[in-house]
T-cell receptor, first 115, second 114 residues
């Protein structure tokens, strides 16, 4: 049972364009929703995260939109740059003492930004 | 390395061999986890620990053992390697706290079982 569904699997965007990656979850116990960025040969690194008490969070060119009733959340990358080319993972975690050591990941989206 | 050191970086095993993947953190965080990453599958939780002496199973624990004798170290043991365990393994640390706390991942160990 896949608890976090991510789409699309791959995405090609032109420089300056908007990249949008979507995720949906099933477990209503999830209450922390991070996005991770991973470059080849490296470990995932936290990009931005949101809790369900807000519907949107923005950090620079990166924005998370969250729809609690639909159990969906998405990552928007504005003014996409070639340096943003990487694999992006959405994830979810239950409320566990304030930490997130039990992350459930989506299957990932390979983003390519063409110059 | 986000304060998480994984060794070795690469390893080739024969089916049936045993080995230990090492993970060490230098931030004194309470929580540590092991994930495996397979193509098209994202990362899946193998085992986790909420403190020294306390471990529990994640989503895909079969074939793996862990122990946590110190806060710093969280080794992952493969007792009898199988080709299905060919994967990239990531160790992560995070601290206990109120609100959101970030999980920091190591650089990974790429394991091939032949």
């Amino acid at each position: 049972q896949q608890q976090v569904k991510q789409s699309p699997q791959s995405l090609i965007v032109q420089k300056g364009g908007i990249s949008i990656i979507n995720c949906a979850y099933e477990n209503t116990a999830f209450d922390y929703f991070p996005w991770y960025q991973q470059f080849p040969g490296k470990g995932p690194a936290l990009l931005i995260a949101i809790r369900p008490d807000v519907s949107e969070k923005k950090e620079g060119r990166f924005t998370i939109s969250f729809n609690k009733s639909a159990k969906q959340f998405s990552l928007h990358i504005m003014d996409s740059q070639p340096g943003d080319s990487a694999t992006y993972f959405c994830a979810a975690s239950p409320n566990s003492g304030g930490s997130n050591y039990k992350l459930t990941f989506g299957k990932g989206t390979l983003l390519t930004v063409n110059p | 390395n986000a304060g998480v050191t994984q060794t070795p970086k690469f390893q080739v095993l024969k089916t049936g061999q045993s080995m230990t993947l090492q993970c060490a953190q230098d931030m004194n965080h309470e929580y540590m986890s092991w994930y495996r990453q397979d193509p098209g599958m994202g990362l899946r939780l193998i085992h986790y620990s909420v403190g020294a002496g306390i471990t529990d199973q994640g989503e895909v624990p079969n074939g793996y053992n862990v122990s946590r004798s110190t806060t710093e170290d969280f080794p992952l043991r493969l007792l009898s390697a199988a080709p299905s365990q060919t994967s990239v393994y990531f160790c992560a640390r995070s601290r206990q706290g109120l609100g959101t706390t970030e999980a920091f991942f190591g650089q990974g160990t790429r394991l091939t079982v032949v």
